[in-house]
């Protein structure tokens, strides 16, 4: 398969289930982790074929099935898998074993959460995108993970930093210990804002075109967010990966106009 943008990272991998990983993570022993593509799943029409959202209008049942694929390949049930409402706050949770199947096999009780936290082994965060920026935090050291959803309200909200602040808190994690990825989001070249949201970010990150409406590079903001915060530079990669420039692959909420699924990120400690 060709990705428009072609990218070094993440990587495809799978055949059943084709999901992309990130060897920054890869390379971490403590963790597994995957963000999901379109394929692979049962949906059809708009959500064809692995949609990860039951709000959107897609049968139930084939939503669940998508997710119990999703589980098989992490070698975990559903009972395991923990999932945010996402709000586009900068909202971040702590999560524990009892918390396993929110969302799932059981009803959440929490709203408003852009991001999870936990340092539970094989309980996995999961957290959604069509568009918005996924970010995804290791802790070696101290054994603790994180996962958050950054469109440009959190970026601009520096999520990043609130999810790295959150984890020292709780886990007495040290920035400089975080491992970091940047997931497939949409790309400067297709996300066009306006001048109010513009200004809410360093001009290094917003092109002004000439009929006054902006460009907005989400990935490089959330990258100086997280050096900001404290993360070590080559302890972020980042994808040059677009939602928006591979609709077929990808969801995307902009090139679809509304009329899509999910996809999903997930990060688990093993």
């Known amino acids: 398969m060709q990705y428009k943008n072609q990218i070094e990272v993440p990587y495809l991998t799978g055949t059943k289930l084709p999901v992309l990983k990130y060897p920054l993570l890869e390379s971490v022993d403590c963790v597994k982790h995957l963000f999901t593509t379109r394929m692979g799943g049962v949906s059809s029409g708009i959500y064809d074929s692995l949609n990860l959202s039951f709000d959107r209008g897609d049968d139930e049942t084939c939503v669940m099935e998508n997710y119990r694929r999703v589980a098989e390949y992490l070698g ?12 586009h706050t900068t909202n971040v949770r702590v999560v ?43 802790d070696p050291v101290h054994e603790a993970i994180a996962l958050s959803h950054s469109g440009w309200r959190g970026t601009a909200g520096k999520m990043g930093k609130v999810t790295v602040e959150a984890m020292a808190k709780e886990y007495g994690t040290q920035p400089e210990d975080v491992i970091c990825a940047i997931g497939p989001s949409i790309c400067q070249e297709c ?15 917003s092109y002004r075109k000439a009929d006054g409406k902006y460009q907005l590079d989400l990935w490089r903001a959330n990258e100086l967010v997280l050096l900001e915060a404290g993360v070590l530079p080559d302890h972020i990669q980042t994808t040059k990966l677009c939602t928006c420039c591979n609709e077929k692959e990808l969801f995307s909420h902009r090139a679809s106009k509304g009329k899509r699924g999910n996809l999903g990120a997930f990060l688990m400690l093993v």
Do not use: H, W
Not at 76 to 87: A, P
Not at 191 to 205: D, G, L
């Open 76 to 87: 975990v049930g559903l009972d395991d898998i923990v999932t945010s409402r996402q709000m």
């Open 96 to 138: 524990g074993r009892e918390d396993g199947g929110a969302g799932l096999t059981k009803q959440r009780t929490y709203e408003d959460v852009d991001g999870l936290l936990t340092n539970e082994k094989n309980l996995v965060l999961a957290t959604f995108f069509a568009d918005c920026v996924p970010l995804y935090f290791v």
């Open 191 to 205: 996300y066009e804002v306006s001048e109010e949201v513009a200004v809410q970010f360093p001009k290094e990150v």
